[in-house]
Structures are given as structure tokens and as C-alpha cells.
């Protein structure tokens, strides 16, 4: 079968919410041979929006905050509800083969199993802002394919992981009370992208630590400017193992979803497709540099003069840039 008659009937199947179909079409785009690009480019061509547009939600926490089962106890209520969910999960990479460490599958085995779901553990492959290189695509994708909620879980949270609220509708963060003193390890950066604060963990115990986290992050996000004029970041408490406050968390997020539409979801996700394109354009120029052999020589070279203090990284830039643009460009740039 020629590419073009296979590609056709991949997206054809995709619509038709194929879990296969949608695999290998994420595979797909996470390939970095050159054909497969180039296929990849035309399948997200061909893609049409999806209508109604899913819920997208991005979720970022400390590590022992409890992000995959907190999402497997939202994704099955939301199922429940009557949804279909995606969650894209990125892990941490494995220095020596490159995959998953921390395996959500495994994290979310009843989720996995339920048939209203569809659950991808990504790599990050070493890419900052929390999310896999390609974690835009394999979400629309996900939508393609009849997802009306897609949830993309971050590594961890710190201010690398703002990128995923560059993608979402929704950036939800989580706490724990069992830290003692949450606020200290949330940086101020990644609470004032937060749509909404979570407070994990508010059982037994623990649940009257969460009850002061909750009070103090309260108060705390008073401090900040809001992310969007007039915007309120409610602050909320849950228990994921026991469901405690899952449905008023859901409650809570469909709500804002709603409230959302009245600042412009439309010109959002417009901001964030601009905001793709030029992460894109960086992102090409990096791998062009990196993988030409003749760019990769004098890259290294003017790495280890960096190294070295011959030269100020100021002006090795300019000496890369050099290579990809013509001197007048360069000049000016100085």
C-alpha cells in the first residue's frame, strides 16, 4: 500500500476513535526520521478541528503530591460523567534508553483499563517546560480521535513548566499538606500561571494540614497579579484515594472551563498557536545545528571556547548565527 493510501486510512480510523490507529499516529509524530516528519506534517494538515473543542487541562505538582492518582480518580469521575478522556503523561527519560521511568500506566491501572479512557507516558527526552517535544500534536490528535477531555500531566513542577500552560485551556497545580510547609517549595513563577490550586492528600491526618495549606495558599494568591484581568484562582481540597471532593473538584473545573469562554478561549488558543510556531522555528534551527556535520563541528568548537573563556557566549552566538544568516543580519544583531 502506497504512504499516502496508508496515512489516509490511519486518519480515517483515527476519527473513527481506533486506540490503535491513535497510537501509531502519535508514534508517527514523535519520530524524527525525515519521512516520518514529513508524513506527520500532512496528518496534522488534514486534521479538522474538533467541534465542540475538548477540555484541555494541564496539571503540574511537587513529585509526592499524587498527579497520576488524583488524575485517574478525576478521569473516571469525569467518565462517569460522560466523557471520553485522554491523559498525556510525561515522564521523566531514562539517561540510557531514553523511555518512561515512572510508567503511568502502571500508576493508573484502573483508569487504563476503563474503556472511556486512553492513557500515553511520553518521554521527556531531556525537554524542558515539562511536557514532550511533541505533546501539542499528540493532542490534537487525541481530540481527532472523539477525546472531548485531554489532560496533559507535567514531569514536575518548578519554572521550566510553565511551557504546558502554553497549550491548555486549564493549569491546574497541586500541593500536598504533607510537606509541612508547601508554600516554600512552590515557585512564585508556576503559581501565577495556575488557573486553579488543588490541595492533595485531605484525609486522615492529614486533613487539617490541608486545610491550612489551603487557607495559606489563599491568602498568597491575593499577592499575585492575576493571570487574566479578573480572573479568581479558586483554591480547593480533595482526596484522591478516597474520592473525598473529586466531584466538587470537577465541579469546580468545568466551571472555570465555562468562565473561560467570557475572556476568549478562541483568542487563547490563537495566542498558543503563534506561541507554537515559534517554539517550532527554535526548535528547528537547534536540530539543524546539531545534526549538520560541518554546523556540529564549529558549534563544539565554540562550546569549548565558551568553556574556556576565550570567547564571551555573547559573541559565540553571534558566531553560530553567522553559519544560518547573512552578515548584514549578524552585524545588526551585535
Known sequence: ???????????????????????????????????????????????????????????????????????????????????QVAVLAVDPSSVVSGGSILGDKTRMAELARSPGAYIRPTPSAGTLGGVARRTREALLLCEAAGFDL???????????????????????????????????????????????????????????????????????????????????????????????????LWATIDAAHQRLATYGLEALRADQNVAWLWSEVTDAVTAYLRSDPTLRARVAELEERVASGDIAPTNAALEVLSQLLPSEVTDDLA
Open 1 to 83: 500500500m502506497r504512504v499516502a493510501d496508508d496515512d489516509a486510512t490511519l486518519l480515517s480510523s483515527l476519527r473513527d476513535g481506533d486506540r490503535r490507529s491513535l497510537a501509531r499516529a502519535i508514534t508517527l509524530i514523535e519520530s524524527t526520521r525525515p519521512d516520518h516528519r514529513r508524513r506527520a506534517r500532512q496528518l496534522l494538515d488534514d486534521l479538522e478541528p474538533a467541534s465542540p473543542p475538548a477540555v484541555r487541562i494541564g496539571l503540574s505538582g511537587s513529585p509526592g503530591s499524587g498527579k497520576s492518582t488524583l488524575i485517574e480518580a478525576l478521569g473516571l469521575h469525569a467518565i462517569e460523567d460522560g466523557h
Open 150 to 248: 485531554v489532560i496533559v500531566e507535567t514531569v514536575g513542577v518548578g519554572q521550566s513548566e510553565g511551557a504546558v500552560a502554553d497549550m491548555v485551556d486549564l493549569f491546574v497545580l497541586v500541593a500536598s499538606p504533607a510537606g509541612g510547609d508547601e508554600l516554600q517549595g512552590i515557585k512564585r513563577g508556576i503559581m501565577e500561571l495556575a488557573d486553579l490550586i488543588v490541595v492533595n492528600k485531605a484525609d486522615g491526618d492529614l486533613a487539617a494540614s490541608a486545610a491550612r495549606v489551603q487557607h495559606d495558599l489563599r491568602q498568597a494568591v491575593e499577592l499575585l497579579r492575576p493571570k487574566r484581568k479578573g480572573w479568581i484562582v479558586d483554591v480547593t481540597t480533595c482526596s484522591a484515594l478516597t474520592g473525598a471532593g473529586i466531584p466538587e
